[in-house]
């Protein structure tokens, strides 16, 4: 069956580069975009299988394609992230693969080996560029890391959602509108995550988030 993506990058030169280079036989390119808000309204508007994401985009709150990522988790595991940029920069790699995305490739890469990448992505595996493979098994399996996933295992989706609002200075008033929630919501929600994860006030859970590379 024919795997259908969205393309998500700030270029548009490249965005028409590598959808004619991707495998017409196996991969629909069903949308583009060029900046936050817009990826998030279109890959919900569309639902692909599989979203081919830069890191580094314009717009939103300044997340780029990890922001882009986490505000559609909600559409998990129908539709998946493969990461492709630029960069192999430690943060960019994390914070990408954090906010859910399942594969992280550089653009040095061929469109035959981007098109194989997506198919994989989309069956379920989670794809890394070769060079890439190595670091990132490391970044993962050092203690450090595993201490932070076992944090953030402690928080649901939902809480996830409004610790990132609230340490990125939203208001409460405004986590709420964000999110279609009440105030008293998020109030709860921001308790739980203070108790959970022993913070004792908001400016201690944005530099927990910050550290984390979850702003």
Partial sequence: MTTRVVIVDDHAIFRTGLKADLDPADIAVVGEAGDVDS????IHELEPEVVLLDVHLPGGKGGG?????A???????????LAISVSDAAEDVVSVIRAGARGYVTKTISGAEVSAAVQRVAGGD???????????????????VAVRDE???????????VMRLIARGYTYREAAKDLFISVRTIETHVSN??????LSNRHELTRWAGERGLL
Wanted: charged share 25%; with cysteine; aromatic share 8%.
């Fill in 39 to 42: 990826a998030i309204r279109i």
């Fill in 65 to 69: 394609g990890a922001e882009v990522a």
């Fill in 71 to 81: 505000s559609c988790q909600d559409l998990a595991p129908e539709v998946r992230f």
């Fill in 126 to 144: 989670a794809v890394f560029s070769p060079r890439l493979a190595g670091f990132v098994l490391d970044a993962f399996g050092t203690a450090d």
């Fill in 151 to 161: 944090e953030l295992d402690l928080l649901s989706a939902r809480e996830l959602e």
């Fill in 193 to 198: 995550v203070l108790r959970k994860l022993q």
